[in-house]
């Protein structure tokens, strides 16, 4: 397991039996990030498939080709979003993607802020990455604003990255690279 520790939230690896819990975040933020994220069958919202998800992810973490975070508040333990650092290329690369959802009741909290500081560190300092790429929506001002205040920098627009609600949405690349950090 790997916590990593921030100001007023932790993150801490996803363990298999966090299924029920995550699947119970996922249904409760189901139309909240279904607006910026790809539809998903309704097995998705599923303890089982959530627990399919978990090991999967801790199969590719023994490897170092992804890492799947909860995100807890540490007044009330209770999990508020999850983060992932995931696609890890080593040289020639040495880079990674990043992605995370907060609870739709704890947005505007300052909480993606600190999380993907927190694994931006992580990334740079432990697994020696190079750079830290994230896709997001023109729309999703929250998350440019965040991706931002972690100095990520906005690098281009991809067209029609993501079928999202029946239509190809654009999505902005945004990066930081370890000069930067």
């Known amino acids: 397991m790997i916590l ?3 100001k007023k939230y932790f993150l801490q690896t996803l363990r298999e039996e966090d299924a029920a819990i995550l699947a119970n ?3 409760k933020n189901r139309f909240y990030w279904s607006i910026f994220e790809p539809r998903h069958q309704d097995a998705y919202f599923t303890a089982a498939v959530q627990r399919e998800k978990i090991l999967e992810s801790l199969h590719h ?3 170092k080709r992804e890492f799947n975070f909860g995100i807890y508040d540490y007044k009330t333990r209770e999990l508020i979003g999850h983060i992932s650092m995931y696609n ?3 040289l020639p690369f040495s880079s990674a993607f990043i ?3 907060i609870d739709e009741m704890n947005v505007g909290k300052g909480i993606a802020t600190e999380a993907v500081q927190l694994l931006v560190n992580y990334g740079m300092e432990v697994i020696g990455l190079h750079r830290i790429e994230a896709y997001v929506s023109p729309r999703n001002g929250g998350s440019i604003r965040v991706l931002e205040k972690v100095k990520f920098q906005r690098e281009g ?4 990255l993501l079928f999202i609600n029946g239509k190809w949405e654009d999505h902005f690349i945004y990066a930081v ?4 950090y």
């Open 88 to 90: 890890i290329k080593r």
């Open 157 to 160: 627009l991809l067209r029609q």
């Open 177 to 180: 690279l370890e000069d930067d």
């Open 4 to 6: 990593l520790q921030g």
């Open 99 to 101: 992605g995370y959802s």
């Open 25 to 27: 975040l996922v249904i």
């Open 61 to 63: 973490m023994k490897s």
